[in-house]
Antibody, heavy 118, light 107 residues
């Protein structure tokens, strides 16, 4: 069974940093690209970032490029999102999601909540 | 970036009804479009990919159609478990983008 478990969400002050993690199991982690998608409270979904299977290519939404860094450790079946210079607009539930291998997202974690507030 | 316009934003229907949601893209997607269902407090779940292909295990009352810039998602014979929010998402180019969502409510 595919499982994705996010962690690391917290309340952080504006301008602060946070690192999210996503632990994967139930599939061959280093065969697949993995995404981050976020959802502000009561709002819709926003795609954030993607890292391909070997970490050699990454992609970002314009809203986070230059502030967020996606990375992965295939030896630990783990995905990360380093978030810097956080603002209130980054307040959201952050999901990691597995790429199907054909670019759509086929499995999602339950999310971890990031709240940016003073 | 490709803009996705989904309508309606809210839809009221009854058990047994047939409902349709529309998703329009600002440029051609070919068929690189997915539909997801999300229930309150839960992660989204994949229903349809490549515009019309049903994900394994998804009931056949769900269907999708379209190509290019115009897509539709239909639920026939609505069941109580179907009341949720539905999103379209393009995966033709980065950044991937989602529609605004359609909340399907019980009439």
């Amino acid at each position: 069974e595919v499982q994705l478990v996010e962690s690391g969400g917290a309340v952080v002050q504006p301008g602060g940093s946070l690192r999210l993690s996503c632990a994967a199991s139930g599939f061959t982690f280093d065969d697949y690209s993995i995404h981050w998608v976020r959802q502000p409270p009561g709002k819709g979904l926003e795609w954030v970032s993607l890292i391909i299977w070997d970490g050699s290519s990454t992609y970002y939404a314009d809203s986070v490029r230059g502030r967020f860094t996606i990375s992965r450790d295939n030896t630990k079946n783990s995905l990360y999102l380093q978030m810097n210079s956080l603002t209130s607009e980054d307040t959201a539930l952050y999901f990691c999601a597995k790429d199907s291998g054909y670019d759509y997202l086929d499995y999602w974690g339950q999310g971890t909540l990031v709240t940016v507030s003073s | 970036d490709i803009q996705m316009t989904q309508s309606p934003s809210t839809l009221s229907a009854s058990v047994g009804d047939r409902v349709t949601i529309t998703c329009r893209a600002s440029q051609s997607l070919s068929s690189w479009l997915a539909w997801y269902q999300q229930k309150p407090g839960k992660a989204p779940g994949l229903l349809i990919y490549k515009a019309s292909t049903l994900e394994s295990g998804v009931p056949s009352r769900f269907s999708g159609s379209g190509s290019g810039t115009e897509f539709t998602f239909t639920i026939s014979n609505l069941q109580p478990d179907d009341f949720a929010t539905y999103y379209c998402q393009q995966y033709k180019t980065y950044p991937y983008t989602f529609g605004q969502g359609t909340k399907l409510e019980i009439k």
